[in-house]
């Protein structure tokens, strides 16, 4: 058995962790002093709480490569086979971190590591993917060409409510020089090349929504798509996002996940968007 590690930054429908045996390695989430761990003493609903209650900015925090290689020690056995995927390495240390780690377990432990150029759902749908694979019997070599062929087609599009968080975090190119001057614009932001930028701006939600639709559609076509709706703490607006979405895309699925809190720490509250990759994607 090959053991599928990722981190917090993923997002998956609930289940999914159990259904196809991934194992999340936590991410923190620092509020001033006082750090905590996504999934364990933070979750969705409190996050957004502490934001409203301390008036902070979190940033994220990574974890160890000894507290990595700590991870990889309670989930496999000495000899046994990791496919470690993350976090696009442009985006956070973590993949940094990983491949320290999985040198320091070299003689324990026969770890990949794997940049996802990525995050989110698309972290999430990848998982799953090589998950399928092994229990159809490929090898890891196999299915990291597979998760490089994926990761070329994978469309990840957000509008953000707010430019807080995206400022002071710095996760997005562009930002910082519109914070300030147009504090009402709603940015869309691109998934390309492993970093997020900010491919629109737009005054209104309504429009920002529909500018995202119009991005996804040029780049499916009319093929069959894996969808993704994701949002932070706007469930109607996701809601209403996955019926136009049925309505426009031939869909061979639609799921509708919360972001995870290391993802919203940096994109804020409000944001909203797709993620998407044709049914059939190979090189």
Same mark, same amino acid.
């Given at each position: 058995?090959?053991?599928?590690?990722?981190?917090?930054?993923?997002?998956?429908?609930?289940?999914?962790?159990?259904?196809?045996?991934?194992?999340?390695?936590?991410?923190?989430?620092?509020?001033?002093?006082?750090?905590?761990?996504?999934?364990?003493?933070?979750?969705?609903?409190?996050?957004?709480?502490?934001?409203?209650?301390?008036?902070?900015?979190?940033?994220?925090?990574?974890?160890?490569?000894?507290?990595?290689?700590?991870?990889?020690?309670?989930?496999?056995?000495?000899?046994?086979?990791?496919?470690?995927?993350?976090?696009?390495?442009?985006?956070?240390?973590?993949?940094?971190?990983?491949?320290?780690?999985?040198?320091?377990?070299?003689?324990?432990?026969?770890?990949? !590591?794997? %940049?996802?150029?990525?995050?989110? &759902?698309?972290?999430? #749908?990848? +998982? =799953? $993917?090589?998950? /399928?694979? @092994?229990?159809?019997?490929?090898?890891?070599?196999?299915?990291?060409?597979?998760?490089?062929?994926?990761?070329?087609?994978?469309?990840?599009?957000?509008?953000?409510?707010?430019?807080?968080?995206?400022?002071?975090?710095?996760?997005?190119?562009?930002?910082?020089?519109?914070?300030?001057?147009?504090?009402?614009?709603?940015?869309?932001?691109?998934?390309?090349?492993?970093?997020?930028?900010?491919?629109?701006?737009?005054?209104?939600?309504?429009?920002?929504?529909?500018?995202?639709?119009?991005?996804?559609?040029?780049?499916?076509?009319?093929?069959?798509?894996?969808?993704?709706?994701?949002?932070?703490?706007?469930?109607? !607006?996701? %809601?209403?996002?996955?019926?136009? &979405?049925?309505?426009? #895309?031939? +869909? =061979? $699925?639609?799921? /509708?996940? @919360?972001?995870?809190?290391?993802?919203?720490?940096?994109?804020?509250?409000?944001?909203?968007?797709?993620?998407?990759?044709?049914?059939?994607?190979?090189?």
């Amino acid at each position: 058995m090959i053991h599928i590690v990722t981190d917090g930054s993923v997002d998956m429908p609930p289940g999914w962790a159990e259904k196809y045996q991934i194992n999340i390695l936590p991410l923190m989430v620092r509020f001033g002093e006082k750090v905590y761990t996504s999934g364990v003493d933070i979750f969705p609903e409190n996050f957004y709480k502490l934001v409203r209650q301390t008036g902070i900015i979190p940033k994220t925090s990574l974890p160890s490569p000894a507290k990595i290689a700590d991870f990889y020690r309670s989930i496999a056995k000495k000899g046994e086979k990791i496919l470690s995927m993350h976090v696009s390495s442009k985006l956070s240390g973590t993949f940094a971190a990983v491949q320290m780690a999985a040198r320091d377990v070299e003689g324990e432990f026969n770890v990949t !590591a794997f %940049d996802s150029c990525a995050g989110s &759902v698309a972290l999430g #749908f990848m +998982c =799953r $993917e090589a998950r /399928i694979m @092994e229990n159809a019997g490929y090898n890891i070599q196999a299915i990291v060409d597979r998760m490089e062929s994926l990761k070329k087609h994978i469309t990840v599009i957000f509008t953000l409510d707010t430019l807080e968080f995206a400022h002071l975090n710095g996760r997005v190119t562009a930002i910082q020089s519109l914070f300030g001057s147009f504090l009402k614009i709603k940015p869309i932001v691109l998934l390309k090349d492993g970093l997020l930028e900010m491919a629109d701006k737009v005054r209104t939600r309504s429009i920002s929504i529909q500018r995202v639709l119009e991005t996804v559609e040029k780049r499916i076509g009319n093929r069959p798509v894996h969808i993704a709706v994701v949002h932070a703490s706007d469930p109607a !607006a996701a %809601d209403d996002l996955v019926r136009q &979405v049925k309505q426009r #895309f031939s +869909c =061979r $699925e639609v799921i /509708i996940t @919360e972001l995870s809190i290391p993802v919203a720490a940096n994109l804020g509250p409000g944001t909203i968007g797709i993620v998407a990759y044709p049914d059939y994607v190979r090189e």
